[in-house]
């Protein structure tokens, strides 16, 4: 939903830098894929070998149109028919908020892929706070677009909370890039002081 | 109608001049293969595509067999111009299976040696028996590697096993509402359909195709049973719920009261004129001995050597071959490191489903076909 949202707008997603972040010839998985536009940009740019996982059939049969295998299925209830790191990436881009058992699925991602790219809106953004401190109401922004009522985002967290579940977790974090706009600001304060700063983020994390 | 269908066509017979090694491993032969083709095979020989049919189809899927026939092929809502199994693009090759009664070798075939039908002298046959047969008539059309083998039910089943058989010759393979081994439940039901004919007196051991009667009784029971398989309990409510067969309440005789009970018996009497009780005997059997983790040792075993890209489809409402069964082939395939793709298609029709849902079906299927054939 937030890819078709944001494709509708015309704004840019964050697919260049996973793009960037990821090893050419890899497998990857990417859970949530949407209608296959990531893996699709993956196999152009990187040659990889890709699957896609998704809930919804019209985005398997997006993927199936551009040539990606893709596999219909709930990733809330675990990634059973993958092996033991048999995969060199298992992403999971703008999805994890919205899944039902985010700790669940942050363990399954962890034990099928050799490293993790996870990316999330951070919902201590300063504009999303002023949002909630000045208007008193559920922060909308670009990157959350959904009222409290229809939104798929269940479990909105914070870069520090991802911190603290990491560290929790014994997760590495090898990678973090931060967005604003989904272009990675030179501003010093986002890099000191992302969770007030970023927009979003990336993480490369591994078990 | 004839115009969005590939038109009038015709059933052609091929006869296998050698002996075929069956997996019990008697020898047999001469093996007939009646078969029907859709479309043109191009020059380069790379757009065929072999469709597969289940338990009682046969090699008629697309088109009329005359001006003045009502029902076309058993598939004819997806193979056509136009359609998932594009005629203008592929070239369809349709055959009835080792076994049948439909112009292929089965047993109210003559034995050469006795001049008479087989009836049970005709050996018992395996999926992997009949996809060898396939295979002669393959090569007899000039056909060296298949864009695709497609096939539903026990259809599956045979693409299945093309795609593990001969893993150079396939391209892709769609299994639709199948499995890769058939439950206990399966088994069940067919070893009813089974006892029904066996135990029908005019069965007479096999041998009633010179008698008077033949084991209709025990056909249409077998039909009866198979059917209901077929469907679902939310299909049934929708179409029958507990209303009466012509009358407005029940009559307390053992006459038929309720329009299930009627449509059941239409259903197995109109199967006794188009179908085979050996044959049922037969095709069942190698329904049952289906087990492709038996076989190998497991099912990931059994995908080691393809090189196919799969895509794997389930219906929601199936309970025979239900979609935990496909998922299963789905964890194999991706563990085995193969192409996958899968869809749980929502449907109230129950198994029957891949014959009915063609909107969905098509959808998915021309998607997946585009992209092996620009392969």
């Avoid at chain 2, 059997?285 to 890209?309: C, I, M, P, Q, R």
Wanted: charged residues 25%; neutral net charge.
């Amino acid at each position: 939903m937030n890819e078709h949202y944001l494709k509708s707008k015309g704004l840019h997603l964050n697919y260049s830098l996973i793009s960037k972040m990821v090893e050419g010839n890899s497998r990857i998985l990417d859970l949530g894929c949407g209608s296959g536009e990531l893996l699709q940009m993956l196999k152009e740019q990187k040659d990889i070998k890709g699957l896609g996982v998704d809930i919804d059939q019209d985005n398997i049969i997006a993927c199936l149109k551009k040539g990606l295998s893709a596999i219909q299925g709930d990733i809330d209830v675990g990634l059973k028919e993958f092996a033991d790191k048999s995969y060199d990436y298992v992403i999971l881009n703008q999805t994890l908020q919205s899944t039902h058992n985010p700790e669940y699925v942050m363990q399954e991602m962890l034990r099928v892929g050799k490293k993790c790219v996870v990316s999330f809106p951070n919902f201590a953004y300063w504009r999303v706070r002023c949002h909630l401190f000045f208007k008193g109401q559920m922060p909308k922004s670009r990157i959350l677009p959904f009222e409290w009522y229809d939104t798929p985002n269940i479990h909105l967290l914070t870069i520090s909370d991802f911190f603290e579940f990491a560290k929790k977790r014994n997760i590495k974090i090898l990678k973090s890039i931060y967005t604003t706009r989904a272009q990675v600001k030179k501003f010093p304060l986002t890099r000191f002081l992302p969770n007030l700063f970023a927009e979003e983020v990336i993480f490369v994390v591994s078990n | 109608m004839i115009k969005q269908s590939v038109g009038i066509v015709e059933t052609k017979y091929y006869t296998i001049d050698k002996n075929i090694k069956l997996e019990s491993g008697e020898e047999f032969g001469p093996i007939t293969v009646a078969y029907e083709t859709y479309g043109r095979l191009n020059g380069k020989k790379d757009n065929a595509i072999l469709v597969l049919h289940a338990l009682t189809g046969d090699a008629h899927a697309a088109g009329y067999h005359s001006e003045k026939d009502i029902k076309p092929g058993w598939w004819n809502d997806m193979i056509g111009p136009g359609k998932a199994f594009d005629t203008d693009k592929y070239f369809i090759i349709s055959s009835n299976m080792l076994g049948g009664c439909k112009g292929t070798t089965g047993p109210s075939s003559i034995n050469p040696l006795t001049g008479k039908a087989y009836g049970i002298e005709f050996p018992v046959i395996t999926i992997e028996d009949t996809v060898k047969v396939q295979k002669e008539l393959i090569n007899y059309l000039g056909v060296k590697k298949l864009l695709s083998v497609a096939g539903g039910s026990m259809g599956g089943m045979q693409a299945l096993m093309w795609a593990i058989s001969y893993p150079e010759m396939v391209e892709s393979a769609i299994l639709i509402a199948t499995t890769s081994k058939l439950s206990a439940q399966g088994i069940a039901f067919n070893a009813v359909g089974r006892n029904a004919i066996i135990s029908d007196p005019d069965w007479q051991n096999g041998n009633y195709y010179d008698k008077e009667n033949k084991p209709d009784r025990g056909l249409s029971i077998a039909r009866m049973v198979g059917h209901i398989t077929y469907l679902c309990e939310e299909a049934m409510h929708k179409k029958f719920g507990r209303k009466l067969q012509n009358k407005t309440k029940p009559d307390f005789t053992m006459d038929i009261d309720f329009q299930v009970e009627s449509y059941l018996q239409h259903q197995g009497e109109v199967f006794v004129d188009r179908f085979d009780a050996n044959s049922y005997l037969y095709i069942t059997k190698a329904v049952d001995y289906f087990d492709l983790s038996g076989k190998y040792g497991s099912l990931e075993e059994a995908f080691k050597h393809t090189n196919a890209k799969f895509l794997i489809m389930s219906f929601t409402s199936d309970w025979l071959f239900p979609t935990s069964q496909s998922k299963e082939m789905v964890n194999a395939l991706v563990h085995a490191n193969k192409d996958v793709s899968f869809c749980e298609i929502e449907s109230p029709c129950g198994h029957d489903a891949f014959l009915l849902e063609f909107e969905t079906q098509t959808n998915i299927i021309k998607s997946f076909l585009k992209d092996v054939d620009n392969e």
